[in-house]
Structure formats: C-alpha cells, structure tokens
C-alpha cells in the first residue's frame, strides 16, 4: 500500500487559498524551494480535486511532470493537455482499487474538499503543512466539514530563514 501523505501549503490562520481560491499570497520562485524537490522526487502518483487541477493548468507552465496524475471530478473536461486521469469514484474505492497499485508516497495537493473526503475515510497517512508568515483573515479553510477527530503524531518540523515553518505529522498509531 502506498503512504498517502496531504501536502499543502497554508496561512497562519489555516487557509489554503484566498476567498477566490487563489493563491497569489504564497512566494514564489524564491532562494528555498522548502524541501519541494526532495520531496516531489518521493512521490510516484498524485491526487487533486477538479478545482487544483483547473488552477495548475492556468499556470505559466505546468509542474506535475513524470508523474501518473489523478484528478476527482464529475465533470471531466473535454481537452486533457497533460494526460491526467479523471476520476469519478469515492476516494475509499481509489485508494483501494487505484492507489494500492503503488509502492511510496500519493501526494494529496488540493483542495479542502477533496482532503476532508480523505480524512473522513480516515485514508490520509501523512500530513506535511507549510505554515507561510501570512495571515488571510478569510479563505478556503485548511480542512471544512464534519469528519471526527484525528488524532496525529510529529515526525518532523523545520524553520525556514523567511519564516516558513514544515510540520510534518502521521496519523497517530498508523
């Protein structure tokens, strides 16, 4: 079975996103890339909500390259540019039929909706925030819903110069 590990980068307030979804408050391009690489180079399959992926390909460039992509929609777009596969299944029958295909890390990237299903279906092994120097006020929440109490332990944090901050959980007893 692989490690299903939430990803994801947030305000100190716990938003995601801003109130339109974007995410224009987050650095980019600077001098650390915050673990990006050595994680990224981790990972053998990724899964992100229609949402994610409809913000990832408005994108200069695209960023998930060598990578088998999953995106969860009931709506699938017509064109497909970067050959994801669409997925119109609960994430309880992926992760069993599809994720269990893989050995190492499925990086759940987005969005709350997606990975409060996740959490619900009590299907996320590893949580890994980046806690960003921002405070939004309002947003997408980190998590929004009603799934119980998770209970979760440190693996690891890092700080960074410019005040970043990795915390880095597994859910407690897996």
């Keep these: 079975m692989p490690t299903i590990i939430y990803q994801v980068a947030m305000s100190l307030d716990g938003y995601i996103a801003d109130v339109d979804g974007g995410v224009d408050w987050l650095p980019e391009g600077g001098a650390d890339d915050y673990g990006y690489q050595e994680f990224y180079a981790g990972v053998v399959a990724l899964v992100m909500g229609r949402r994610t992926y409809d913000q990832a390909i408005s994108f200069d460039q695209w960023l998930f390259t060598g990578k088998p992509i999953y995106v969860f929609t009931s709506n699938p777009p017509e064109d497909n540019p970067h050959d994801?596969?669409?997925?119109?299944?609960?994430?309880?029958?992926?992760?069993?039929?599809?994720?269990?295909?893989?050995?190492?890390?499925?990086?759940?990237?987005?969005?709350a909706n997606l990975a409060e299903q996740f959490r619900r279906d009590d299907l996320i092994d590893e949580y890994m925030l980046h806690v960003m120097p921002t405070i939004l006020g309002r947003g997408v929440p980190l998590f929004g819903g009603d799934a119980p109490h998770t209970a979760l332990e440190l693996v690891a944090t890092r700080a960074f110069d410019d005040g970043v901050v990795m915390l880095h959980y597994r859910r407690a007893g897996a």
């Design 84 to 111: 994801v596969r669409f997925v119109q299944s609960d994430p309880a029958d992926f992760v069993r039929d599809v994720a269990s295909q893989y050995e190492g890390m499925v990086w759940l990237l987005g969005g």
